[in-house]
């Protein structure tokens, strides 16, 4: 099976600070990867690393079959492939939700009026938000947001998407909707890296789950065994403090 996602030996550092240690992993096309561990472990920068918003020291990252880390890259080309969604939703507050989620379609893929207005109102309808299309941004709850940014990303016709604690800033009430979004997404068989403190998605939809403690993997494995039987302490230690 073809590995969307591989990174092997990954370090990354800040200066004097090493985030990330030498990280080894894979995503398989089709897969929903979930990676947990505490706040400053370096799941962000991890992501980051991938998106290429961030040079890593050492070591490889590939997707798609594409070596990001080599100097040669097309940068946007390689970053086109993917979508991304962090914990802030980062619409632009003076357009509508449907050119929101058009704009990207017609700068970066020149796609024309007419197919991006389509592709944007079925993405719009896909993630429950498509009676939204004329509101702006800050007229729409938190959840109804972060569904928009997801319609948006899925527009680009991604090979994988990043979710960077897509749920963390929502109220509780609001997670669910989002959450119901991203499990259809793996229905659908979308690739997805999801960096995420839902233990419940995580246990349900990921075919694996990567557990980072201080800029290492410490146990990888499915969600049956890291996180309903963890060999390690440190994920014992964490499980107990967010379950
Ligand atoms: P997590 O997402 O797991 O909470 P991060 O990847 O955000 O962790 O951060 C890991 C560590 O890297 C933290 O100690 C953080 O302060 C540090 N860090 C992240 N980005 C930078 C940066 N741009 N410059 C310096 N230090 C950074
Ligand atoms: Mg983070």
Redesign the pocket.
Same mark, same amino acid.
């Given at each position: 099976m073809a590995h969307v996602v591989e990174i092997k030996d990954l370090h990354k550092s800040?200066g004097e600070?090493e985030?990330l240690k030498g990280i080894d992993f894979t995503v398989d096309q089709g897969h929903v990867v979930c990676i947990i561990?505490p +706040? #400053?472990? #370096?799941? +962000?920068?991890l992501l980051r690393c991938v998106n290429l918003l961030e040079q890593p020291s050492k070591g490889t990252v590939r997707v798609g079959g594409v070596e990001l880390t080599d100097p040669d890259v097309d940068i946007d080309a390689a970053r086109r492939r993917l979508g991304m969604v962090f914990q802030s939703f980062n619409l632009f507050p003076h357009m509508t939700v449907l050119q929101n989620v058009m704009i990207a379609q017609r700068r970066v893929l020149k796609r024309g009026k007419g197919d991006a207005e389509r592709i944007a109102r079925e993405n719009l309808e896909k993630v429950g938000v498509a009676d939204k299309c004329d509101a702006f941004p800050p007229q729409l709850s938190g959840g109804q947001q972060q569904r928009v940014a997801i319609a948006r990303a899925l527009a680009m016709d991604p090979d994988l998407m990043l979710f960077d604690e897509p749920t963390s800033a929502l109220d509780p009430e609001l997670v669910g909707d989002v959450l119901s979004v991203m499990r259809k997404l793996a229905r659908d068989g979308m690739t997805m890296l999801v960096v995420t403190h839902e233990m419940s998605f995580a246990r349900e939809v990921a075919d694996r789950v990567v557990f980072m403690d201080g800029g290492v993997v410490v146990e990888e494995g499915p969600p049956a065994q890291v996180i309903g039987a963890p060999r390690h302490e440190r994920t014992r230690t964490f499980l107990k403090r967010v379950l």
């Open positions: 800040f600070l985030v561990g +706040s #400053g472990s #370096g799941k +962000s920068t």
